[in-house]
């Protein structure tokens, strides 16, 4: 009986979020704008993604920057001028759509175009949290090792793009950046594929491109 219970909760847990997150997309929708989910582990450069397309995508950008502490990405991306909500999550190790809600009256939705949410650094805990995002990026790193696309499954299968980063370092710490591309279309055919080393910029522009050309379909 007590597996019966946990299961019941669980299930209408994911109920509930899912539909707060309808609710969030369509307020978004309402905006027209087009929010991002960027999942990550920590140090696989998903704050300095955000940072870069903040600087040279065009239109105008908010961030909700989730983490059990957040004020040290979100004053990073305070620094360029744009509005930036910082969402603590304590001792949860993701964003839910509830939260996300919480906060959404904060963000100038009508002034922005995108939305982009920085989840609290994890590959395992975001999997089943719709945010109410339109597209969901998931970036990894070769510092990571190359067996990380294949150690976390499910991520990756609910990825819309997935950006392999500092592909410059590759050789240095014994990482097949091909063998990741690989092992992420394995499990999911479709999905769009970038390595990147954004600490050259390398690779960012066909990230843009790639958010562009989601948005439009």
């Known amino acids: 009986m007590h597996k019966i219970a946990e299961i019941e909760v669980q299930h209408n847990i994911m109920k509930a979020n899912e539909k707060i997150a309808k609710r969030i997309q369509e307020s978004l929708n309402s905006h027209n704008v087009f929010s991002v989910d960027f999942v990550g582990a920590i140090g696989s450069g998903k704050t300095t993604l955000i940072e870069e397309l903040i600087t040279d995508m065009n239109g105008n950008i908010a961030v909700i920057a989730g983490d059990v502490i957040s004020k ?57 949290f719709d945010l109410g995002a339109h597209m969901r990026v998931v970036v990894i790193s070769v510092s990571e090792g190359d067996d990380t ?25 014994g990482a097949d950046a091909d063998k990741m591309v690989a092992d ?25 491109f790639a958010i562009e050309e989601f948005l439009i379909q």
């Not at 922005?112 to 920085?118: A, G, M, N, T, V």
């Not at 990147?196 to 066909?206: A, I, N, R």
Request: hydrophobic share 45%; glycine share 6%.
């Open 72 to 128: 040290f990405d979100a004053g990073r991306f305070k620094k360029h001028g744009i509005p930036v909500v910082g969402l603590n999550t304590g001792k949860e190790c993701h964003l839910d759509a509830h939260l996300v809600e919480h906060v959404l009256d904060d963000i100038p939705l009508k002034d922005i175009d995108y939305l982009f949410i920085e989840n609290v650094g994890n590959l395992i805990c975001p999997v089943d």
């Open 149 to 173: 696309v294949e150690k976390h499954p499910l991520i990756f299968q609910s990825a819309d793009l997935v950006v392999i980063n500092k592909v410059d370092i590759a050789d240095a710490v």
């Open 184 to 208: 992420a279309k394995a499990l999911n055919p479709n999905v769009k594929i970038i390595k990147t080393s954004l600490k050259h910029k390398e690779g960012l522009k066909e990230v843009i």
